[in-house]
């Protein structure tokens, strides 16, 4: 089986003016990609569906017949 690999990077924080509403800014590639992704959360629930999407992707490019 061959390695797999992708990145994502997470940048979070707190708004002040939104009682510290935790907000994110996702940047992800995986391979297929012709660029990365970029993507915006604004919650915890959010952020977490991202980042479970892009662990499905990757996942699933282990075996291209699946995307």
């Known amino acids: 089986m ?3 690999e992708g990145t994502m990077v997470i940048r979070a924080w707190a708004e002040p003016a939104q009682d510290l509403r935790l907000r994110a800014r996702l940047i992800s590639s995986r391979p297929g990609q ?3 992704v970029v993507e915006t959360a ?3 629930d959010e952020i977490l569906l991202a980042v ?3 662990l ?3 996942k699933a490019s282990e075996n ?3 995307v």
């Open 34 to 36: 012709d660029q990365e």
């Open 42 to 44: 604004g919650d915890a």
């Open 52 to 54: 479970q999407r892009w």
């Open 64 to 66: 291209p017949a699946s």
């Open 2 to 4: 061959a390695d797999i």
């Open 56 to 58: 499905d992707l990757l």
